[in-house]
C-alpha cells in the first residue's frame, strides 16, 4: 500500500517568514493530494489540494507543489501569521476503485511566533 | 449542510464498558470513514465504507471494534469491552467520490 513521509515533524518561523512543509509518497498510482491544517482541539480542515495533472495550485498565501517523477509534494505558507499556527497533515490517494481510502502523513506542527 | 455530524463530543466511561460513537455523513456523500486520532499514532484508519458497504476494516484494532453502516445517513463505532488505551478522538469523515474528506468535530473518549 502507499507510505506518506511528511517532514518537519515540528517548524517554528518568525511572524511573516514562509514556511515550508514536505511529503513523499509511495505508490506512483497516487493522484490526488490533499492538505488538512488541524487546530488546537478541533477536526482536521481542507485548506488546499492538487491533482496529478497540475504541477502548483495557490490559493492566497498556500501554494503547493507537486513533482510526480520524484513523488513529493510540498505545502508554502507565506507571510506566516498567528493563526497559522496548527498541525497540518498531507495526504495522498489514488482516487481510484471503490472506496477513496486517504493515506495521512504524520503532520506537521507549525508554531508561528509573532 | 451541516457537515458531518458525530455525538456524543465527549464521552467518559469505565474499563469494560460498552461505548457506541455514532456519526452522520454529509447528504449525497458515499464514502464514510472512521479515525483514531492519539499524540502517539497520529491519524490512523479504523474502517472505511463505500456506500454502506465495509472496503477495508484492517485498520481496526481488536475484536473488539466493530462498525456498521445500515444506512446512507448512519454509521457507528462501538467497543466492547473499553480498555483506557482504547482513549483517543474520533473522527468521522465523509466524501464523495474522490473529492476531500470533511470531517466530523470527533468524539474525545476516555476510558478509566
Known amino acids: 500500500g502507499e507510505n506518506v513521509e511528511q517532514h518537519p515533524s515540528t517548524l517554528s518561523v518568525q511572524e511573516g517568514d514562509s514556511a515550508v512543509i514536505k511529503c513523499t509518497y509511495s505508490d506512483s498510482a497516487s493522484n490526488y493530494f490533499p492538505w488538512y491544517k488541524q487546530e488546537l482541539g478541533k477536526r482536521p480542515q481542507l485548506i488546499i489540494d492538487?491533482?496529478?495533472?497540475?504541477g502548483e495550485k495557490k490559493d492566497q498565501r498556500i501554494a503547493v507543489t507537486l513533482n510526480k517523477t520524484a513523488k513529493h509534494f510540498s505545502l508554502h505558507i507565506t507571510e506566516t501569521q498567528p493563526e497559522d499556527s496548527a498541525v497540518y497533515f498531507c495526504a495522498a490517494s489514488n482516487g481510484a476503485g471503490t472506496g477513496n481510502q486517504f493515506y495521512f502523513g504524520t503532520g506537521t506542527s507549525l508554531t508561528v511566533i509573532p | 449542510d451541516a457537515g458531518v455530524i458525530q455525538s456524543p463530543r465527549h464521552e467518559v466511561t469505565e474499563m469494560g464498558q460498552e461505548v457506541t460513537l455514532r456519526c452522520k455523513p454529509i447528504s449525497g456523500h458515499n464514502s464514510l470513514f472512521w479515525y483514531r486520532q492519539t499524540m502517539m499514532r497520529g491519524l490512523e484508519l479504523l474502517i472505511y465504507f463505500n456506500n454502506n458497504v465495509p472496503i477495508d476494516d484492517s485498520g481496526m484494532p481488536e475484536d473488539r471494534f466493530s462498525a456498521k453502516m445500515p444506512n446512507a445517513s448512519f454509521s457507528t463505532l462501538k467497543i466492547q469491552p473499553s480498555e483506557p488505551r482504547d482513549s483517543a478522538v474520533y473522527f468521522c469523515?465523509?466524501?464523495?467520490?474522490?473529492?476531500?474528506?470533511?470531517f466530523g468535530s470527533g468524539t474525545r473518549l476516555t476510558v478509566v
Open positions: 492538487i491533482r496529478s495533472n497540475v
Open positions: 469523515a465523509s466524501s464523495f467520490r474522490s473529492a476531500g474528506y470533511t
